[in-house]
């Protein structure tokens, strides 16, 4: 463009120098031409913004993170001359467009209608744009350029994966409670009995152990005196690191609250979820009516919470009393959150979910103390190529 514009400011010199020069009908012939070229360009490039007509669509709009969808847009040429040099330029913070090449210039003839298909996928959960940002508009010979801001843009929201959850061995009836803050719970606790299994029952509720000596399946029958709940606390304090990290932590934090909320919900054990947004919130997780509301929230939640991942455990210490696991979610560890527990959550079988995008010395060093003291830490990283591993 540079070029072309050095072009015209040449011809145009010359041309004037022509007309003081010499006069006559061609040197000023020549001199309105070269004036004309840049006016004319402009107001081409002003028709074609205004009378440009552009349209996008999405199979659905509310989408599953990393889902294809189909994704088509169409612009439309209603005037009787050509359109060129129409170039897209799309949304890539949160979502790209899969098979298409974002350097083509489009050139409508008269009447002419262009459409794409394609897919789009969006790479985070939550409320955005997609598709189309904005046109840019070039003049023939391009000397001008205008964008074409998108009038109406695509707004999606974005539900978070539901994956498989890697811990759920942490709230299994017969694991090994070596590591738990308090190994031997007390007998006085308890109150079991058993009775003959019974088709329907879950399996987490044999008595594997008085099974082998009855030579028969033995299920336990729970008092109201037995802790039996798993307690899933989410922490959605800001996650203060890049931007593209923080997203990935964030649906780390997500994902795994509702991997772990699913498991329990699949296999028939109460749990509740606790997290702070606008307040303290305690969501049961037991009905269908109770799952969909806790799935469709994880898609608006913003990471602004108040509340760090001690003061959750501090305020959610009083529903301790039916409680047995307790799942803590987060992105830190400290020794504030370790004090909470160590002063009132002996008795219950904690584990922490540590969500973070590399693991340093001083994360490293913060594990090290937690499992010293008997806490239970599962360290998950996430990084751009999505979850690594535990």
Known sequence: MKKNWIISVILIIASGVLVSNYGGTIPYALFYFSILIPITSFIYIVIVWDRFRFSQVTGKRVLVKGEPVDYLFSLENQDQFIYSGIK???????SYIVGINEMKEFCLMPGEREEVKTNLCCRYRGRYFVGVKYFVITDYLHLFNIAYEVPSQLPVTVLPRI????DSDVIDEDKDEKNTISSMREEEQIDIQVRQYVTGDPMRQVHWKLSAKAGKLMTRIHHASVKL???IIMDLSPIGIGEEDKLLLEDGIIEETLAAANYCYKKKIPCFVCFEQNGYNRLPIQTINEWDEFYMLCAKFSFIGNMPSYELC????QWLKTVKHAIIITHELN???Y???????TGIEVCILLIISA????EKKRIEFFEEKGVTVRLITFRKDGKIGN
């Open 229 to 231: 709940e798993v307690m």
């Open 314 to 317: 501090e305020t959610s210490k």
């Open 359 to 362: 693991l340093g010395e001083k």
């Open 339 to 345: 004090n909470i527990l160590k002063s009132s959550y």
């Open 88 to 94: 897209a330029y799309f949304f890539h913070d949160n």
């Open 163 to 166: 994956v498989e959850w890697k």
């Open 335 to 337: 020794i504030k959150l």
